[in-house]
């Protein structure tokens, strides 16, 4: 009988519902081709690329020492592109889609997709 209830309990831990992915998880799964594992733009594909990607660590420093998250966002899911890199960045506007979460941007509650939101939260704690 212990055999049975050892073996429903190995089934049941089975069913459980898997850990939602990290932050880091997410950009190491579809980021890091391009900006390389530090984020700094050193990714195997980028020496293929005619525009070197982007060093994601100095975002803060490059807009004053503030973490630029509505235009992270924006840049991440698509809504808004700069011309400079718009055909080389895919749009993860889709598949960072999920349940939404509410930030502040600028003062207004925003909702934002909570896998969208991980990455550029990850991102922001990459800064130097």
Known sequence: MKN????????????AEPEPPTGAQLFADNCTACHGADGSGSGWVAAGLQRKPADLTTLSARNGGVFPMERVLSSIDGFHRNPGFETAMPEFGAFFSGPMDQIELDGVMTPVPEPLLLVAEYLESLQK
């Open 4 to 15: 049975v209830y050892l073996l429903a309990l190995v089934a049941l831990a089975g069913c």
